[in-house]
């Protein structure tokens, strides 16, 4: 009786520590786990804040004013824009992959470099 009372005993601590050892692995879980989701909606708030940063960099007026001040590009007008007119040699040195690449000038937002 004795020892069936023993067996009892250890295997009643063996049962409580083990239930200690999940309930504190749950917590530590739960922990993890609510730090994940607030990084992840930091995340998201920085997703959104960069998203609206590239659309204002984007905007046609601030590339035009890029393109005029640090590429040196200027506004094309008749004077400087190049025409490709069609020709029968043209035509004949294409198909033959002959070719030579035609004088074209404009570049981003209608201006010549």
């Known amino acids: ?3 069936l009372n023993l067996v009892m005993l250890l295997a009643v601590l063996a049962s409580s520590l083990y239930l200690v050892n ?3 692995e749950s917590r ?3 922990s993890e786990l609510d730090k994940a989701r607030s990084e992840a909606r930091r995340l998201v708030a920085d997703n959104e804040r960069l998203q609206v940063e590239k659309r204002a960099q984007a ?3 601030r ?3 890029l393109a005029k001040d640090k590429l040196q590009m200027r506004s094309a007008t008749p004077a400087i824009t190049h025409y490709v ?3 029968a040699d043209a035509s004949s040195a294409v198909s033959s992959g002959n070719a030579a690449p ?3 000038g404009t570049g ?3 201006l010549v470099q």
């Open 22 to 24: 999940v309930q504190y």
């Open 1 to 3: 009786m004795i020892r």
């Open 108 to 110: 981003a937002a209608g």
């Open 102 to 104: 035609l004088p074209v």
């Open 59 to 61: 905007t046609p007026l």
């Open 28 to 30: 530590r879980l739960f």
């Open 85 to 87: 007119t069609y020709s």
């Open 63 to 65: 590339v035009e004013k």
